[in-house]
């Protein structure tokens, strides 16, 4: 090894790209065990009629989101934070004993509110407000693991030596403040044990809000957990990885920066798309679709930046995987950025509103976006964290290719799916009456549900290949050097 | 003047003076380097020289440390 002063601390690092892998599994097993269940319910009791109460669609449904979002994605938000804000802040974890038990806290603490969610969510204890099931206590608990990584974050800017913070911190900073804010509002919640002087049970609450004020402040969190949660951190990770892989500076630094204040400002305006057609004030639900539309011009700046910093270089995509799944997940960005927009249309989403079209538009974001670039950022991670070169380039290429199937699949067939529904929903006779019943459009989308179940297991069975291939990095592949490491990741054939 | 026509107002003017800000942003980025000689694309080698022995690309001086 060469002998250098003062080396980068991964071990916090390390401990949540774990946590990720196994979130990660954890997921979307769950996601692919309620996608089979949707084509044949007689999956919901595919544990046995006993345990049926456990293994139904209803009970499952919250327990795959919330370990997507606040399992696999926070963990690789986490992950990234500990690696990409030592490095572009030139400091190391292990120059300050506090930041390095702040960061070990963080984590430990976080598998325990991971634990909490985790039981309660099968033991069927929830809010009932979508991404925001958690109860009262484990609410508390999340604010103090959320706190404690602002402190990280705050206390790693404070020792920095790089005088200006890199666009993807400013990212970092918004999701923590972001999130903080929106999960505070979201989950006001009425304790009903105390409030009514001993009634029920003592971890229960209900929302403070009440009818049409409780579904928009929960439609106000819900769109900016997908900005601050699958938005913000995951450009914050292109912008540090895709140039940092490819050799390449970042297209345009100005536009970087533009677009993050033009998503700052508009995003968080667009949750009212989700209410179109509801109780809401109609002016808002005008506000949330115009804002939709103009959020496609942030989210395209920082795609587009990203596509073309690797002009000149295209050579890359087709040699490495792993420019691979980055531009293709900035594609899928994009994708998913102008897809959204179009939903919220007033007129589209009188045919798309609570049809399967949406779940396709959430899964072609999760799945092409922001999955693969948090398995990218793992990939480019590892060698560095555990000096081994990537265990097997060819996997990582066989598992692109399985999942990118698996993503087109499931998007595909959700728009056949969701579009049909639309249709069908609206039909009518010359009197006016109902041309089908609900369950005729069930009957009709079964072969598309079947294909979603099928694109899902794809795509996790090369999630599978994935953590093999990390494992297999940490525990076989080859040593390699500091000098090794510059841009392009080491991998094995 | 209702309660309406001052709201009407009030968003065109407020409009109006977040489109001026971020022009006056753009215009800002686009000029620092004459006028300051700041270059902001030189920040993108931040992520490019992030070794821990690199030279940083703006470095925080002893004094502001303290």
């Not at chain 1, 934070?81 to 300050?96: D, F, I, P, T």
């Not at chain 1, 400002?265 to 209410?275: E, M, N, Q, S």
């Not at chain 1, 496609?296 to 073309?308: D, E, K, V």
């Amino acid at each position: 090894m060469e002998n250098r002063p003062l080396e980068y601390d991964y071990s916090v690092a390390k401990m949540f790209m774990l946590s990720t892998v196994v979130l990660g599994i954890v997921g979307m097993l769950v996601g692919v065990i309620l996608a089979w269940q949707l084509a044949f319910p007689g999956a919901n009791l595919f544990l046995g009629e006993a345990l049926g109460e456990y293994t139904n669609f209803s009970r499952l449904r919250p327990l795959h989101t919330d370990a997507v979002i606040f399992g696999f994605t926070l963990s690789g938000v986490f992950a990234t934070w500990y690696y990409v804000g030592q490095r572009v802040l030139k400091v190391s974890m292990a120059e300050s004993k506090l930041l390095m038990f702040l960061g070990k806290l963080h984590f430990w603490l976080y598998l325990v509110g991971v634990a909490a969610v985790v039981v309660s969510l099968v033991l069927g204890i929830t809010t009932s407000k979508e991404y925001a099931e958690f109860e009262w206590p484990i609410d508390i608990a999340i604010v103090i693991v959320w706190v404690i990584w602002g402190l990280s974050i705050f206390g790693l800017i404070g020792i920095r030596r790089e005088r200006s913070l890199y666009i993807s911190i400013w990212y970092y900073i918004a999701t923590f403040l972001g999130i903080a804010m929106l999960y505070l509002f979201n989950n006001m919640e009425v304790p009903t044990y105390f409030a009514s002087g001993g009634i029920g049970a003592w971890y229960h609450s209900v929302s403070m809000y009440a009818g049409t004020n409780d579904a928009l402040v929960q439609w106000w969190y819900g769109h900016n957990a997908v900005a601050f949660g699958f938005t913000v951190p995951i450009v914050a990770m292109i912008y540090y990885f895709l140039p940092k892989e490819s050799g390449q500076a970042v297209y345009s630094y100005k536009l970087s920066l533009l677009s993050f204040w033009g998503l700052m400002f508009v995003y968080l305006w667009a949750g009212g798309h989700h209410l179109l057609f509801s109780t809401v004030p109609d002016w808002m639900q005008t506000m949330g679709s115009v804002f939709s539309i103009v959020l496609i011009l942030p989210s395209w700046g920082s795609a587009i930046n990203m596509l073309l910093t690797m002009k000149g270089e295209w050579q890359q995509v087709a040699s490495s995987p792993l420019i691979k799944f980055m531009v293709l997940a900035s594609t899928f960005y994009m994708f998913s950025t102008l897809e959204g927009p179009i939903q919220a249309i007033k007129s589209v989403n009188a045919l798309a509103h609570f049809t399967d079209w949406i779940v396709g538009h959430v899964h072609d974001g999760v799945l092409g976006w922001v999955g693969f670039m948090i398995m990218a950022a793992l990939f480019h991670m590892a060698p560095r964290v555990f000096k081994r070169e990537i265990y097997s380039k060819s996997m990582m290429n066989s598992q692109f290719w399985i999942q990118t199937l698996g993503v087109i699949l499931y998007f595909t067939s959700m728009w056949i799916a969701g579009i049909t529904q639309g249709m069908m929903w609206r039909a009518h006779d010359e009197f006016g009456n109902l041309a089908y019943s609900f369950i005729d459009t069930v009957s009709v989308l079964h072969p598309y549900f079947t294909i979603r179940a099928v694109g899902g297991t794809l795509y996790l069975v090369g999630f599978l290949m994935f953590a093999w291939n990390m494992y297999k990095t940490m525990t076989a592949g080859r040593r390699v050097e500091e000098s090794e490491l510059q841009n392009a990741t080491p991998m094995a054939a | 003047m209702d309660i309406a026509t001052f709201q009407a107002y009030g968003y065109f003017f407020l409009t109006a003076f977040m489109v001026l800000v971020l022009y006056g942003y753009i215009w800002h980025l686009y000029t620092a380097k004459k006028k300051y000689g700041k270059d902001y694309e030189e920040y993108a080698d931040i992520a490019l020289h992030d070794d821990i022995t690199d030279k940083p690309v703006e470095k925080i001086s002893d004094e502001e440390k303290k």
